[in-house]
């Protein structure tokens, strides 16, 4: 098989990552990809070219489109997926508390959490807010 289809498949399973994960990332590293794709197509066997286009490329477009990707994400109306778990009903997995994350299931995913209180397992919980990684969590009480 020749090296410009493995980009161009590399290529491909990049984007379909990036639309599960919405990061903007994969796709430069994607379009770095088919870059190489074609140096390999017009120049065959420069595995050393085709490396440092696809990155310089790849490089390019993250350094050019952060100041986009960042209005993007501040524009009114744009919610992140993760944001749409505040509110959400989850149950505890491995117990939470404020020094030690644990881990929740909030409808079909788990995620580090921590809490201002202990919260042992099987207890219910409601998502008060979201860190990068972390959810931040207190024990349900039926209120929301």
Known sequence: MDLWVIWLIA???LVIVEMLTLTFYLLWLAIGAVFAAIIDFIFPGGLV???IVGCAVALIL????????RRVRASRG????????????GIVLENVSSD???IVKVGNETWSALSNE???KGETVIVV???SAVL???KWGGIY
């Open 62 to 69: 993250t350094i050019f489109t952060k100041p986009l990707t």
């Open 118 to 120: 202990h919260l042992a």
């Open 78 to 89: 744009f919610k992140d997926a993760v944001d749409e778990l505040v509110g959400k009903q």
């Open 11 to 13: 290529a491909g399973v």
């Open 136 to 138: 931040q969590v207190e």
């Open 129 to 131: 807010s979201r860190g």
């Open 49 to 51: 070219l085709e490396v």
């Open 100 to 102: 030690a994350p644990g």
